[in-house]
Protein backbone atom coordinates (compact mmCIF):
# COMPACT_ATOMS: atom_id res chain seq x y z
CA UNK A 1 0.00 0.00 0.00
CA UNK A 2 0.64 3.89 -0.07
CA UNK A 3 3.32 4.57 2.57
CA UNK A 4 4.44 8.35 2.59
CA UNK A 5 7.77 9.26 4.83
CA UNK A 6 8.37 12.93 6.04
CA UNK A 7 11.66 14.78 7.21
CA UNK A 8 12.77 16.04 9.45
CA UNK A 9 10.70 14.82 12.31
CA UNK A 10 11.90 18.27 14.09
CA UNK A 11 13.03 21.72 12.36
CA UNK A 12 13.79 24.36 14.38
CA UNK A 13 15.16 28.05 12.43
CA UNK A 14 15.54 31.81 13.26
CA UNK A 15 12.90 34.06 12.77
CA UNK A 16 12.75 35.25 9.47
CA UNK A 17 14.25 32.59 7.91
CA UNK A 18 13.04 30.00 5.54
CA UNK A 19 12.02 26.75 6.45
CA UNK A 20 11.80 23.21 4.51
CA UNK A 21 9.88 20.23 4.41
CA UNK A 22 10.07 17.48 2.76
CA UNK A 23 7.90 14.19 1.63
CA UNK A 24 7.87 11.20 -0.64
CA UNK A 25 5.59 8.97 -1.40
CA UNK A 26 5.32 5.04 -2.24
CA UNK A 27 2.29 4.93 -4.88
CA UNK A 28 3.12 6.60 -8.65
CA UNK A 29 -0.81 6.93 -8.81
CA UNK A 30 -1.14 9.39 -5.96
CA UNK A 31 -2.70 12.73 -7.47
CA UNK A 32 -3.50 14.53 -4.41
CA UNK A 33 -0.68 16.17 -2.18
CA UNK A 34 -2.33 17.97 1.15
CA UNK A 35 -0.41 20.16 3.42
CA UNK A 36 -1.94 19.95 7.57
CA UNK A 37 -0.51 22.65 10.24
CA UNK A 38 -1.75 21.54 13.72
CA UNK A 39 -0.87 24.04 16.27
CA UNK A 40 -1.03 22.37 19.78
CA UNK A 41 -4.27 21.12 20.88
CA UNK A 42 -6.06 22.26 17.74
CA UNK A 43 -7.53 20.66 14.80
CA UNK A 44 -5.36 20.12 11.31
CA UNK A 45 -5.72 23.08 9.35
CA UNK A 46 -5.27 22.54 5.30
CA UNK A 47 -2.56 25.66 4.48
CA UNK A 48 -2.11 24.31 1.03
CA UNK A 49 -2.45 21.59 -1.68
CA UNK A 50 -0.93 20.51 -4.99
CA UNK A 51 -2.58 18.28 -7.80
CA UNK A 52 -0.30 15.85 -9.94
CA UNK A 53 -0.88 17.88 -13.14
CA UNK A 54 0.50 20.93 -11.31
CA UNK A 55 4.70 21.36 -10.21
CA UNK A 56 3.87 23.87 -7.79
CA UNK A 57 1.85 26.11 -5.99
CA UNK A 58 2.24 29.09 -4.25
CA UNK A 59 0.01 31.16 -1.53
CA UNK A 60 1.87 34.16 -0.16
CA UNK A 61 4.51 32.74 2.21
CA UNK A 62 3.89 29.20 1.46
CA UNK A 63 4.91 27.25 -1.17
CA UNK A 64 4.36 23.37 -2.27
CA UNK A 65 6.66 22.11 -5.02
CA UNK A 66 6.21 18.55 -6.60
CA UNK A 67 8.43 16.22 -8.40
CA UNK A 68 6.50 13.16 -10.00
CA UNK A 69 9.55 11.60 -11.69
CA UNK A 70 11.43 11.33 -8.02
CA UNK A 71 7.85 10.69 -5.97
CA UNK A 72 8.23 13.64 -3.58
CA UNK A 73 7.03 17.18 -2.80
CA UNK A 74 8.59 19.62 -0.63
CA UNK A 75 6.53 22.59 1.79
CA UNK A 76 8.10 26.03 1.76
CA UNK A 77 7.87 28.69 4.19
CA UNK A 78 9.60 31.68 4.16
CA UNK A 79 10.18 34.69 6.39
CA UNK A 80 9.25 32.30 9.28
CA UNK A 81 7.13 33.79 12.12
CA UNK A 82 6.63 32.66 15.41
CA UNK A 83 3.02 31.92 14.72
CA UNK A 84 4.16 29.27 12.02
CA UNK A 85 5.18 27.28 14.65
CA UNK A 86 3.05 24.34 15.07
CA UNK A 87 3.68 20.46 13.63
CA UNK A 88 3.19 19.97 10.24
CA UNK A 89 1.84 17.17 8.22
CA UNK A 90 2.02 15.93 4.61
CA UNK A 91 -0.69 13.34 3.05
CA UNK A 92 -1.17 11.89 -0.51
CA UNK A 93 -3.73 10.62 -1.98
CA UNK A 94 -5.56 8.85 -5.33
CA UNK A 95 -8.69 7.76 -6.57
CA UNK A 96 -12.19 8.83 -5.82
CA UNK A 97 -12.24 7.86 -2.18
CA UNK A 98 -9.84 10.71 -1.60
CA UNK A 99 -8.17 9.01 1.75
CA UNK A 100 -5.34 10.41 3.01
CA UNK A 101 -1.62 8.66 3.85
CA UNK A 102 -0.56 10.93 6.15
CA UNK A 103 3.26 11.34 7.00
CA UNK A 104 4.49 11.19 10.31
CA UNK A 105 4.47 15.17 10.93
CA UNK A 106 7.39 17.64 11.49
CA UNK A 107 7.17 19.84 14.03
CA UNK A 108 8.48 23.38 13.24
CA UNK A 109 10.00 25.61 16.10
CA UNK A 110 10.53 29.04 15.43
CA UNK A 111 13.47 30.64 17.57
CA UNK A 112 12.85 34.31 18.50
CA UNK B 1 -19.82 28.51 6.52
CA UNK B 2 -20.20 26.70 9.66
CA UNK B 3 -17.40 24.31 10.24
CA UNK B 4 -17.26 20.83 11.31
CA UNK B 5 -18.60 20.55 14.64
CA UNK B 6 -18.42 18.29 17.10
CA UNK B 7 -18.94 16.82 20.91
CA UNK B 8 -18.44 16.18 23.43
CA UNK B 9 -14.77 18.32 23.08
CA UNK B 10 -13.75 15.77 26.52
CA UNK B 11 -14.64 12.72 28.10
CA UNK B 12 -12.94 10.49 30.66
CA UNK B 13 -14.21 7.24 31.75
CA UNK B 14 -12.77 4.18 32.97
CA UNK B 15 -11.83 0.93 31.41
CA UNK B 16 -14.80 -0.95 30.09
CA UNK B 17 -17.41 1.61 30.00
CA UNK B 18 -18.63 2.85 26.76
CA UNK B 19 -18.95 6.42 25.11
CA UNK B 20 -20.38 7.55 21.83
CA UNK B 21 -18.51 11.01 19.71
CA UNK B 22 -21.00 12.96 17.35
CA UNK B 23 -19.94 14.58 14.62
CA UNK B 24 -22.16 17.42 11.95
CA UNK B 25 -19.84 17.79 8.80
CA UNK B 26 -20.17 20.62 6.63
CA UNK B 27 -23.31 21.24 4.95
CA UNK B 28 -23.66 19.39 1.61
CA UNK B 29 -20.66 17.43 2.22
CA UNK B 30 -21.70 14.15 1.65
CA UNK B 31 -17.92 12.23 2.40
CA UNK B 32 -17.26 11.95 6.40
CA UNK B 33 -14.42 10.58 8.04
CA UNK B 34 -13.39 9.57 11.73
CA UNK B 35 -9.89 9.55 12.46
CA UNK B 36 -8.43 8.49 15.68
CA UNK B 37 -5.17 10.67 16.56
CA UNK B 38 -3.01 9.48 19.15
CA UNK B 39 -0.80 11.94 21.31
CA UNK B 40 2.39 13.13 18.60
CA UNK B 41 1.21 11.08 15.55
CA UNK B 42 -0.60 11.66 12.38
CA UNK B 43 -4.45 11.08 11.94
CA UNK B 44 -5.61 7.31 11.50
CA UNK B 45 -8.81 6.53 9.44
CA UNK B 46 -10.91 5.00 11.03
CA UNK B 47 -14.21 4.93 9.11
CA UNK B 48 -15.30 6.49 5.65
CA UNK B 49 -18.78 7.33 5.14
CA UNK B 50 -20.66 8.43 1.50
CA UNK B 51 -23.71 9.49 2.06
CA UNK B 52 -25.42 6.62 4.56
CA UNK B 53 -23.09 4.24 3.44
CA UNK B 54 -19.61 3.18 4.24
CA UNK B 55 -17.30 3.30 2.01
CA UNK B 56 -14.06 1.98 4.53
CA UNK B 57 -13.87 1.07 7.91
CA UNK B 58 -10.98 -1.66 7.58
CA UNK B 59 -9.07 -0.32 9.86
CA UNK B 60 -12.08 0.32 12.45
CA UNK B 61 -11.67 -2.36 15.02
CA UNK B 62 -15.02 -4.15 14.48
CA UNK B 63 -14.96 -5.59 18.04
CA UNK B 64 -15.38 -2.45 20.41
CA UNK B 65 -15.64 0.04 17.69
CA UNK B 66 -19.04 0.81 16.04
CA UNK B 67 -20.06 4.34 13.80
CA UNK B 68 -23.52 5.40 11.81
CA UNK B 69 -24.25 8.01 9.55
CA UNK B 70 -28.21 6.63 9.25
CA UNK B 71 -29.63 10.06 7.30
CA UNK B 72 -26.77 10.66 5.83
CA UNK B 73 -25.40 13.73 7.59
CA UNK B 74 -24.83 13.60 11.51
CA UNK B 75 -23.00 10.57 12.46
CA UNK B 76 -21.65 8.49 15.82
CA UNK B 77 -18.76 6.57 16.93
CA UNK B 78 -18.87 4.38 19.81
CA UNK B 79 -16.78 2.50 21.55
CA UNK B 80 -17.94 -0.29 23.57
CA UNK B 81 -15.78 -1.52 26.15
CA UNK B 82 -13.16 1.11 26.02
CA UNK B 83 -9.57 0.22 26.52
CA UNK B 84 -6.46 1.81 28.25
CA UNK B 85 -5.41 2.11 24.48
CA UNK B 86 -8.20 3.88 23.18
CA UNK B 87 -7.08 7.41 25.04
CA UNK B 88 -7.02 9.34 21.76
CA UNK B 89 -8.30 12.93 19.96
CA UNK B 90 -11.23 11.48 17.89
CA UNK B 91 -11.75 13.46 14.90
CA UNK B 92 -14.08 13.80 12.03
CA UNK B 93 -13.28 15.63 8.99
CA UNK B 94 -15.94 16.09 5.77
CA UNK B 95 -14.53 16.40 2.15
CA UNK B 96 -15.34 19.84 -0.01
CA UNK B 97 -15.74 20.10 -3.57
CA UNK B 98 -12.23 20.27 -4.57
CA UNK B 99 -11.48 16.96 -2.36
CA UNK B 100 -9.94 18.89 0.36
CA UNK B 101 -10.71 17.81 4.18
CA UNK B 102 -12.01 20.31 6.73
CA UNK B 103 -11.52 18.98 9.96
CA UNK B 104 -13.80 19.69 13.30
CA UNK B 105 -12.68 20.35 17.07
CA UNK B 106 -12.45 16.48 17.84
CA UNK B 107 -12.92 14.62 21.31
CA UNK B 108 -10.33 14.09 23.58
CA UNK B 109 -10.45 10.53 24.83
CA UNK B 110 -9.08 9.53 28.25
CA UNK B 111 -9.94 5.87 29.84
CA UNK B 112 -8.56 5.59 32.83
Known amino acids: GENVEQHPSTLSVQEGDSAVIKCTYS??????FPWYKQELGKRPQLIID???NVGEKKDQRIAVTLNKTAKHFSLHITETQPEDSAVYFC???????????WGAGTKLIIKP | EAGVAQSPRYKIIEKRQSVAFWCNPI?????LYWYQQILGQGPKLLIQ????????DSQLPKDRFSAERLKGVDSTLKIQPAKLEDSAVYLC??????????FGPGTRLTVL
Open chain 2, 93 to 102: ASRGEANEQF
Open chain 2, 27 to 31: SGHAT
Open chain 2, 49 to 56: FQNNGVVD
Open chain 1, 27 to 32: DSASNY
Open chain 1, 50 to 52: IRS
Open chain 1, 91 to 101: AASKGSNYQLI
